[in-house]
């Protein structure tokens, strides 16, 4: 799991310029994995949320709290970085364009989206043997994605 982490970093470094000294929040942060991780690496401003109770309740990192995309108190543009890593795909809505407006709302630089890609036969596989926890997996891929930040401006 450290690889794939450290390559989502080692690309937001890249592109955004990410580092010790920006802030960032993971919406949908499960136990709060990365956030654990960035935390290791010196990151300090930083926030999970989820709205899984049980997730929370065995939560690696300390600053993580209940909330979603559709209910959070997190003020606009707030945070430089607003991440999320694999959310999207279990929204009920098939085009989580509002969650994407959400992070917009939030973020003061950046709206950073990792989602499964349904070009990959491995985690296709996976994601129809487990296609009620997997909702809208098929649907995703570089192009759509794209589409749909675009789509949240």
Not at 130 to 136: L, M, T, Y
Request: proline share 3%.
């Amino acid at each position: 799991m450290s690889l794939f982490l450290d390559e989502i970093i080692l690309t937001m470094r890249e592109v955004a310029g990410f580092g010790s000294g920006h802030s960032l929040v993971d919406m949908g942060c499960g136990r709060g994995y990365f956030l654990k991780h960035l935390s290791n690496l010196g990151h300090n401003a930083l926030l999970g949320l989820d709205p899984c109770r049980e997730l929370l309740n065995d939560a690696l990192f300390r600053n993580v709290r209940a909330g979603s995309f559709e209910n959070n108190d997190i003020p606009s543009s707030s945070f430089d970085v607003v991440f999320t890593c694999h959310t999207l795909h279990h929204l009920r809505d098939p085009h989580p364009v509002q969650a994407i407006r959400e992070m917009t709302r939030i973020a003061k630089r950046y709206v950073v989206v990792v989602e499964v890609n349904n070009t990959n036969l491995p985690t296709l596989l996976v994601c129809l043997l487990h296609a009620s926890v997997e909702r809208n997996a098929i649907r995703y891929n570089l192009s759509s994605t794209r589409r749909l930040v675009a789509d949240g401006g």
